[in-house]
């Protein structure tokens, strides 16, 4: 369980460095949020390929066992990302981060409808725990339009099937050790990505030499959260997983005010204490819920 929950806390960490990534790269080039979710997801898809190849295993089980799962994966990720990076054109990524922990509610319910998973009591209090953070870090700041919530919104349920896919398709190679088969569920999905964002380079002004690299910093660092993302769900499942990660609303609060220290105001603006002292809460609540929920049991 451990090693589950800081493989959930490493993925928050990149993933919210990506988002810092992201914002960067959509304010420097027009059509910023296309054009970098197809740049940065066709190398995504040469480093799966690259990973892919270093860890295959010498038989893979038939194509059709798991294509489902890999083309469900790369389907639901791609819209849920389309989705976020409108939202973070209109918004900072410390407001809209938090925000995704009401992700945890979406695959509590899925898995409690759909996969006939039953969860204890104290966990369904850890999940409400973590929709409560995510609640006071949404009053943590601005209001937020209604279009932005509308996307992020959309971004919260594409993303939740994408989770409830992972698991499925790392549980698919369980005859593998937990690091090959994750990494071979990451690899998979991502080079099935990397080839279906390949006719939308139609829709961008063809892509500058510079374009390419400046859109490899939030390549890198979301491939390395993402894939401790495989790993963590694998561990420790898509809810308590989900919990954890959502440790990446304070991690990305914490980011954003550096960042805002520093001078770099058109990436995020400076919090006054009053919304700091929320955000504090937030943190306290998030650590509360992962407590709880390891301490609930295991579900059924």
């Known amino acids: 369980m451990i090693t589950g929950i800081l493989l959930g806390l490493g993925s928050a960490f990149l993933l919210s460095v990506s988002y810092l990534c992201s914002r960067w790269f959509s304010g420097r080039w027009p059509q910023g949020a296309v054009r970098l979710l197809v740049l940065a997801q066709i190398e995504l898809g040469v480093l799966a390929a690259a990973l892919f190849f270093a860890v295959r295993p010498p038989q893979l089980a038939p194509v059709e066992g798991f294509a489902g799962l890999v083309l469900g994966t790369s389907v639901f990720y791609l819209v849920g990302q389309a989705c976020l990076f409108r939202a973070l054109r209109q918004a900072d990524a410390s407001r809209l981060s938090p925000l995704l922990g009401l992700k945890i509610l979406a695959l509590a319910a899925f898995s409690a409808v759909f996969l006939s998973r039953h969860y204890t009591p104290v966990q369904w209090a850890a999940v409400g725990l973590s929709v409560a953070a995510a609640a006071v870090l949404a009053r943590a700041g601005t209001v937020l339009r209604r279009r932005v919530l509308a996307w992020l919104l959309a971004t919260v349920l594409f993303y939740s099937l994408t989770d409830l896919c992972i698991k499925a398709l790392v549980d698919h190679f369980d005859a593998l050790s937990l690091a090959r088969a994750s990494a071979l569920s990451a690899s998979l999905s991502y080079m099935v990505s990397g080839v279906l964002v390949l006719p939308l380079l139609l829709l ?97």
Do not use: K, N, Y
């Open 204 to 300: 961008i002004d063809r892509p500058r030499p510079r374009a390419w690299l400046e859109a490899l910093p939030f390549a890198l660092a979301w491939f390395g959260g993402i894939l401790l993302v495989f790993a963590c769900f694998a561990q420790i499942g898509v809810v308590f997983g989900g919990i954890v990660q959502s440790t990446r609303g304070v991690l990305s609060i914490g980011l954003g005010w550096l960042v805002a220290a520093l001078g770099h105001e058109h990436l995020e603006q400076r919090a006054p204490a009053r919304v700091v002292a929320r955000r504090v809460l937030a943190a306290a609540l998030m650590v509360a819920a992962i407590a709880l929920f390891s301490l609930g049991g295991v579900p059924g």
